[in-house]
Each structure stands twice: as C-alpha cells, then as structure tokens.
C-alpha cells in the first residue's frame, strides 16, 4: 500500500501545482484593473491626426462661384473593362501622395508643405495658398480626407491583420476589438506597439493593457500605419513546443494515473 502512495503522490502533486498556476495566471487577464485610481482629467483631449509622408490626401475645394473652383479639384477617369473592351467611368477627384519631406504638388499653388500637420491646419494652409488666385468674396472652402489610413494588429489576437479606419481616429482599444481582442494566451501587460514618426524614426513602446493610466498615454490613439504586436504568453510557448510524440506521451501518462489510482482503490 505504501508503495502506491509513493507512486501516486508525484502525479497529484504535479497536477497542484498545474492547478494552481492556471488560476493564479488568470489575475492578468481584465483591462484597467485599477480603473478607480487613475485620474482622468488628463484625458481630456479631442484627438486629430497628423499627415504623415506616404500617405494619400483627397482634397477638395468648393467656393461661391463653382467655376472659381474648378482648376483646384483635377480629376482623373476611373478605367473599367466590359467584356474585352476598356472604358472610363465618372471622373474621381486626383488624389496627392504626400513624399518624405512631407510635400504635395497642387494645381495651380504648387508645392505645399503639409507634413506634420493635423487636417484642419492643412486645410487653413491650402485656403491660405489659393486666396490669391480668387476673386474678392469668393470663400474658399477646403476639405482634406485621408484615404490610406490603416493600422496593423498581429500576434495572439483572435483576427490578426491590416485594417483600414474610416474616421481617421482609432484607440488601441478599438484596433483590438476589430482583430477579434486578445486570445486567452495573449500577454495583457506586454503590448508592442511599433510606431514611425514623420522622419521616418520607427520606436517599439510596451503597452499594459492592465494598467488603465494608459488612457492618459500618449499611445491610446493610434497614428496611421501604426503595427500593434501582442506577445504570446509562457503556456502559448510552451503548447508550440509539444510535438504529437509528446500529447501522446501524456495521453498514456493519464490513462496510467487512472488505472493506478483504481487499483489503488481496489486493494486498499
């Protein structure tokens, strides 16, 4: 009889342990665990983004005279193939690339500098530019939109993948809901956000999904093109290790601790 113990006793150790460990790792898992202590004053804030190089700017310029404004807003035809024939659709409005000095070309203006510069700003710029080049009274309105704005998630989320933002403003609790949130292997407190300024300086922060100062935290919203990583935790790297040979392994481990303790059981 006691030797059984002797066998035994190993095997429901380890399943403690195994036990234990699984629900104290639980304790990571809630966003904003001290949501109560974080004052949130500071967060009162209306995000903008910024234009950054390589990103597409629509530009639209409307006036009280229509004509006044035709020479800003170029077009270009959209083509289309039916059957083995091409053919242009409705005219689009031009769309400009902004390059690495943060510079588009405009009708008629030229060069503008908008790199760095939040839409309305890039709008008061462009107004400024064409004031000019319009009768007295005309008004000129300028609208910019930002056509390629689009962050990326990877790592342990339910839907990794690059997804584009409509309204140009996105928090990194949003980016995660879109991939799906994190999965349960996914370490809340070791968030990678990779970000690229407007010099083309790229930075990795480590982010604590946890913590909830990070809605004071200059990384709560997002900037296009930012690649958000969440890093597996020590189950996730440990479960990638185990090759079939070993789930085997343990399947006929678990098959013995049975027989064993129904033996021990029956004897005792």
Known sequence: MRAYKSILFPFFALLTIVLLGSCGSTKNVAYFQNSNEVDLSQSQMLYDARIM?????????????????VPFNLTVPT?????QRSSYSQAMLQMYLVDNEGNINFPIIGQVH??????????HRIQTKILPYMAEGQNPIVTVRMSTYQISVLGEVARPGTFAVSREKITLLE???QAGDLTIYGQRENVKLIREDATGKKSI???NLNDANLINSPYYYLQQN?????TPNKVKAQNSS???????WFSATSILISLT??????LK
């Open 242 to 248: 185990v090759g079939s040979m070993t789930t085997l």
């Open 114 to 123: 908008l790199g760095g510069l939040t839409k309305s700003e890039a709008e």
């Open 226 to 230: 930012d690649q958000i990583y969440v």
């Open 53 to 69: 190089p390589k990103d597409q700017l629509t530009i639209t310029v409307s006036a009280t005279d229509a004509e006044a404004a």
């Open 79 to 83: 083509p289309y193939s039916v059957g």
């Open 205 to 207: 922060h480590e982010i």
């Open 175 to 177: 980016a995660l809901a």
């Open 261 to 266: 303790s129904l033996l021990y059981n029956i």
